[in-house]
């Protein structure tokens, strides 16, 4: 199995920036893909960004231009940084990964989640 462990977030004034981190550790053979998704009360999980294999990135025009998604192979970490922030951006972060683990095959993996907030 695969455990994503995440860190980062926390409460910041808007305009401010912060960096949330996701660690990936386990039976791990091969990642196809690491991405970061959020969820406020009451509504869907949403993409905000996601990166394959290959470090092609993709975004939500709500984040584009102001977050970036970054990876590190060698540490199977997904990093996001957040810069501009708006109180609209305030919700719960979680981190994704698609997965071929030894012995379990092509999963998809969740985070436990991490709050973002913005505000003055």
């Known amino acids: 199995q695969v455990q994503l462990v995440e860190s980062g977030g926390g409460l910041v004034q808007p305009g401010g920036s912060l960096r949330l981190s996701c660690a990936a550790s386990?039976?791990?053979?091969?990642?196809?893909?690491l991405g970061w998704y959020r969820q406020a009360p009451g509504k869907q999980r949403e993409l905000v960004a996601t990166?394959?294999?290959?470090?092609?990135?993709n975004y939500a025009d709500s984040v584009k231009g102001r977050f970036t998604i970054s990876k590190d192979n060698a540490k199977n970490t997904v990093y996001l940084q957040m810069n501009s922030l708006k109180p609209e951006d305030t919700t719960v972060y979680y981190c994704?990964?698609?997965?071929?683990?030894?012995?379990?095959?092509?999963?998809?993996?969740w985070g436990q989640g991490t709050q973002v907030t913005v505000s003055s």
């Open positions: 994704n990964a698609d997965v071929d683990s030894r012995g379990y095959g092509r999963k998809i993996y």
């Open positions: 386990g039976s791990i053979f091969r990642i196809y893909a």
């Open positions: 990166i394959t294999g290959g470090d092609s990135p």
